[in-house]
């Protein structure tokens, strides 16, 4: 089985401060997880994806995220917050073989000007 | 490259009626997926397709179904709409299960009245 829980489905950061949003897995096979990112009305953008190469991966819009295996962490970050970065974003997990992708509820990012 | 089409972008219809919504994803992927999203239930998984064949399913009653073309062109059917069923339809497309990169189209945003 596997699933992804998103702790804290509101964010809020200043224009220019680090972003941290946290993202944990549960899967019984080496996982793929993934970061989208949605703007209202919109479909989902992919940010960045880990799919068992390079633990620390570099996504768009200066994104990054670090596969943590002792600590089932996928978290995503980047170092300043641009107004732009307002949307919501969703970690989600698959897996090799999988056809599918398992979403977490999401968080919505707020940055204050 | 031309992304993620999904037809109609809205749409809106009443209890009990029928809808068949479109998705044509990018040239040379075979594989399609759908997802409902809505605020009490986030993203959940329909079905997905490949080369025309249903290879996974999620945990949805049998007003739900699909189908894929030869072309790839898929379509989703929803009959005896319920007002539960208004939601944000999203298909998304792969080329293989090896270097998974699910690409979303921006959805059908349906209302059932």
């Known amino acids: 089985a596997q699933s992804v829980t998103q702790l804290g489905s509101h964010v809020s950061v200043s224009e220019g401060a680090l972003v941290l949003l946290r993202c944990n897995y549960s899967s019984s096979v080496p996982p793929y997880l993934f970061w989208y990112v949605q703007y209202p009305n919109q479909g989902l953008q992919l940010l960045l994806k880990?799919?068992?190469?390079?633990?620390l991966v570099k996504g768009i819009n200066g994104f990054e995220a670090e596969f943590k295996k002792s600590e089932t962490s996928f978290h995503l970050t980047k170092p300043s917050a641009h107004m732009s970065d307002a949307a919501e974003y969703f970690c989600a997990v698959s897996g090799p073989g999988a056809n599918n992708l398992f979403f977490g509820t999401g968080t919505r990012l707020t940055v204050i000007p | 490259k031309a992304g993620v089409t999904q037809t109609p972008r809205y749409l809106i219809k009443t209890r009990g009626q029928q809808v068949t919504l479109s998705c044509s994803p990018i040239?040379?992927?075979?594989?399609v997926s759908w997802y409902q999203q809505t605020p009490g239930q986030g993203l959940q998984f329909l079905f997905e397709y490949f080369s025309e064949t249903q290879r996974n399913k999620g945990n949805f009653p049998g007003r739900f179904s699909g189908r894929q073309f030869s072309n790839s062109r898929s379509e989703m059917n929803v009959s005896t709409l319920e007002l539960g069923d208004s939601a944000l339809y999203l298909c998304?497309?792969?080329?293989?299960?090896?270097?998974?990169?699910?690409?979303f189209g921006s959805g059908t945003r349906l209302t059932v009245v």
């Open positions: 998304a497309s792969s080329l293989s299960q090896s270097e998974p990169r699910y690409t």
């Open positions: 880990y799919t068992s190469a390079a633990t």
């Open positions: 040239s040379g992927h075979r594989s």
